[in-house]
């Protein structure tokens, strides 16, 4: 099992370029997360998405869009970057149905945009 | 909504002796509090976690105590090693809603050899 994958691993994105991020679990989990990671700050929740079919916004939503393509994938858009989400990136997955349990997390992007 | 505190931010101990990491939470209807190490580049990663029901869980060299009343729980790791210098992050979390998982700043533990 590969658990939970992510692409790209790296990006540089120049102010109001737009991009997808890519994450995939094979564990069949119900439950998939997006997360942003800044110094000091801990993660903070972005969007998540319950089961397939739906999603929910978290913490920090805006300049972000989620897809919940199938059980497996669940991607992050940037519709126009901004110098403020220079971030890391972290997706995850968890296997209680419609809660979190344990939360498997991916290896993460690491975005910069100037 | 939910607020988590960690402390320290930083700690730096020598290798064998014991490290202790705290943090609260506000919101009494939390249930769930994993515990995360992460590792330089990588994802994080569960360690250990603990329920509400439970006052403490014990996993060899690592422990987790949980105090409903105060609202604050802690990690605790005996004879450390280099090999557990990372961050670790607490969470609380309430099981049953996807939605309702915090965690706290983290704390970058070394362990100089």
């Known amino acids: 099992n590969a658990g939970v994958t992510q692409t790209p691993k790296f990006q540089v994105l120049k102010t109001g370029q737009s991009m997808t991020l890519q994450c995939a679990q094979d564990?069949?989990?119900?439950?998939m997360y997006w997360y942003r990671q800044d110094p000091g700050m801990g993660l903070r929740l972005i969007y998540y998405?319950?089961?397939?079919?739906?999603?929910d916004k978290g913490e920090v939503p805006n300049g972000y869009n989620v897809s919940r393509l199938n059980k497996r994938e669940f991607s992050l858009r940037l519709e126009s970057a901004a110098p403020s989400q220079t971030s890391v990136y972290f997706c995850?997955?968890?296997?209680?149905?419609?809660?979190?349990?344990?939360?498997?997390f991916g290896p993460g992007t690491r975005l910069t945009v100037l | 909504g939910e607020n988590v505190e960690q402390h320290p931010s930083t700690l730096s101990v020598q290798e064998g002796d014991s490290a202790v990491i705290k943090c609260t939470y506000s919101?009494?209807?939390?249930?769930?509090f994993p515990w995360y190490k992460q590792e330089l580049g990588k994802g994080p990663q569960l360690i250990i976690d603990?329920?509400?029901?439970?006052g403490e869980k014990k996993d060899q060299r690592i422990a987790v105590t949980l105090n409903k009343t105060a609202k604050h729980f802690s990690l605790h790791i005996t004879e450390t090693q280099p090999e557990d210098s990372a961050v670790y992050f607490c969470?609380?979390?309430?099981?049953?809603?996807?939605?309702?998982?915090?965690f706290g700043d983290g704390t970058t533990l070394t362990v100089k050899p």
């Open positions: 919101d009494s209807a939390s249930n769930y």
């Open positions: 998405s319950a089961s397939e079919g739906t999603t």
């Open positions: 995850a997955s968890s296997g209680i149905a419609s809660g979190v349990g344990e939360q498997f």
């Open positions: 564990m069949n989990h119900n439950s």
């Open positions: 603990i329920r509400s029901n439970v």
């Open positions: 969470a609380a979390s309430l099981l049953g809603n996807a939605g309702k998982s915090t």
